[in-house]
Every structure is written in C-alpha cells, then in structure tokens.
C-alpha cells in the first residue's frame, strides 16, 4: 500500500515510477479524490469547531443551529468516508515500486541471470520426466487424484511419500538449525484482513480457494502461500526495535487456483492445486531488506547446494515481480528431461509496502513510529524439490539415488525401486 502523503509531494516521480512495472494510474483520479477527501475532513473540522463554541454558550437560542450543524457534520462524515474508501481502494489496486537496480520489461525475457552453479549431469540414457518415472515406480497417481478430487491433484506413494516428507523435515530443520529461523505451524486459513495485508486481495481474489461457511460475512480463504500467515503475525502492533529482525519458517500445504495458467504444465506435478512449500518470512528495520534479501535467497540456494542440485539465480524484471515485491530473485533448478531450469524458489523484498496495509510498525532510537520492512521467500517448494531429485537422481533402470544429505531422513535408503 501507498502512502498517499508520498504520493501527493511527488506524483510525476510515483507516476514514473509506476510505469515500469506496466500498469496505468489515473493521476488525475489520485489528485482529485485526495483534493476532496482533504477538503472535507476540513469543512467537518470547522463545523466540529463552530459547534464546540456553541455548547461552551449554553445559549438554548442557538440549539437549532446546532442540530443543523450536527446534520451537516453527520452528511460530510458519511461523503468523506466514501471518498476515503474509493481512494483506499484504487491505491490498494496500485503494486509497489521496484527498487532502481531491476531491470525494466514487461516479462520474463528481461530477467537477468546473476549466476549458475552446480554440474548438470550428462546422463547416458534419455532422461525420463517425473511423471513417467512416478508412474514406473507406481507412487505417483494422478488418475486416481482427478477421479476422487479433480485435475492439476496427486497422490503421492510409498518411498516417493516419504521422500516428499524428508525434503519438509530436512529443509525446516536446515533452516532452525543453521540459518536462525523460529518455526511456526500455523492456520492454513486467513481472514480477509490478512489476505489483503500481504497483497492477494482485492486484486487477486479469483486466484484464491475461498471456504464456504453459514456467516457469508466471516469470509476465510485457504492460504495460497504460508508467507501470508506469517508475515501477518506482525499485523496492528507496534514491535521492540531489539526484536528485529524477525525470522519465521513453516512447512505447509499451499492451495492455489493457477487461474492464469490454463493449458500450462498439465501434466506432471509442476503446476497443481495443492502442493507442500517450506516458506520463510522475515520482519527487519527497513534499511535492512536488500541485505536481509541476499541473506533470505542464500538460506534457500544452500538447501540445493547440499541436495547437489544444479540451479541458477535470476534477478526478475519490472514487469515479471509480484505485486507486493520491490525486488525479487528467482531459483530455478535444473530439469533434465526439460533441458532447461525451472522456478523452485522466489524470494522476495516487500519493502514497507505489506506494513503499510497491515499497520505493522516498531519504534526507532527517536522512538519514532516506522513500518517495518517485509520479505518472504520459498526454501524450498517441496513438490518441485522432489521432482528436481527424481529427475536428476533418476538411474537408467529406473530407480531413484537418494542425495547423501536426505538419507538420515529415509531411513537410510540407497534408492528408490519398485521393487
């Protein structure tokens, strides 16, 4: 959310800014709903005065006057609170400015890759996708999930299960143990005061499983990342300095509708519906996020350093960020049966911009009232990690290496078999 106030002291620099990242703003609407809003909260202030006065009076002469004036201050009450809201909602439609070091364009093609690392194997056989090697080993059955659920749903079996399961405990345990994250289990619902404090609603409501319940007031919607249960955990309060910065992990299931994504991956496990995600969350001083950036997305890229997992860092573009991101990097794995690497983690800088909606601040050494500055990052999607794990790990036979760091978590399995 946009600090209307910024805003107003700069519009041609904020409508600049703006522009990169593809979106129109009417400047006009902003000034002239901002104009208005101002001037009624003015207009309601000298009558609220001029009433005053007249009760200090206790004169019965001017009671009239003062019941007209209530009903003109009750009148410019209920109009400024409808400007307020068309103002509230158009800026909450308005995404958040990329910071100068993203590259500017409309998609992907203006990414820019930062660096590549880890050896792609040369495999001496065609390498297998996912889904054919799933099928061969009879532990993935996506036949089976459209029958009882619906498409773009898995079940996933036996070893591959529990693979799926180690990669969870393997990533939160990395991320207590070593790179200082608190964990958290919490609701997989939200509220849509906390749907829209990180960013999915309005905007993105199409996007988002919504629970029916018998109060069509008390709207709750299945949280599409666990990034917006966390981050909201700072929501309405004023933090300690000294508690700074925050850092949250959580493993939990993730639901999301793709509603833009028709026709894309279909088939595989790439892109579902429901699917597992180790999510990070940090909570800083604001002038701490670029470096709390580069903290958060080597505390991701380590987990596939000690998987031996091929990836590449990529820094997104303008026009191919998150609405609620200043700066993002991707990590994307490598595919063999692809022949190219494909988004695991997007690791994100909100700046102060999720603060702003969710009134999350704290108090500097001027003790001073500051929103905080938000990040939130994958470390790792769990679907994609075991799909990257069984296509690079894949043996000609069919069978599945275990990474050497996944093997206290299986037991201590060698590979995966049908046998």
Known sequence: MHNIKDIRENIDNFINSISKRNVSIDKNKIINLDAENRKLIQEKETLEKDKKEISKKNDKSLFEKSKTISVDIDRLSKKQSQIKLELENLLSAIPNIPLKDVPEGKDENANKEIEKKGDIKKFNFKPKTHYDLGNQLNMLDFDLATKTTGSRFVFVKKDLALLERALSNFMIDVHTKNNGYTEISPPLMASTDTMFGTGQLPKFENDQFEVKLDDKNDRKFLIPTAEVILTNMVRDQILNKADLPMRFVASTPCFRKEAGSYGKDTKGMIRQHQFYKVELVSI???????????????????????????????????????????????????????????????????????????????????????????????????GRTLIAIMENYQQEDGSIAIPEALKPYMNNLEKITNK
Not at 291 to 304: F, K, P, S, W, Y
Not at 345 to 359: D, E, L, V, Y
Not at 369 to 375: A, D, E, F, K
């Open 284 to 382: 800083v001083e604001p002038n701490n996020c670029e470096a709390e950036l580069d903290r958060m997305t080597n505390c991701a890229t380590g987990i596939l350093d000690l998987l031996k997992l091929p990836y590449r860092k990529v820094l997104l573009c303008t026009g191919d960020m998150g609405f609620s991101a200043e700066k993002t990097y991707d990590i994307e794995v490598w595919l063999p049966s692809e022949n190219k690497y494909r988004e695991i983690s997007s690791c994100s800088s909100c700046g102060s911009f999720q603060a702003r909606r969710m009134k999350a601040r704290f108090k500097n050494e001027k003790k001073e009232t500051i929103h905080v500055g938000t990040l939130n990052g994958s470390g790792l999607a769990v």
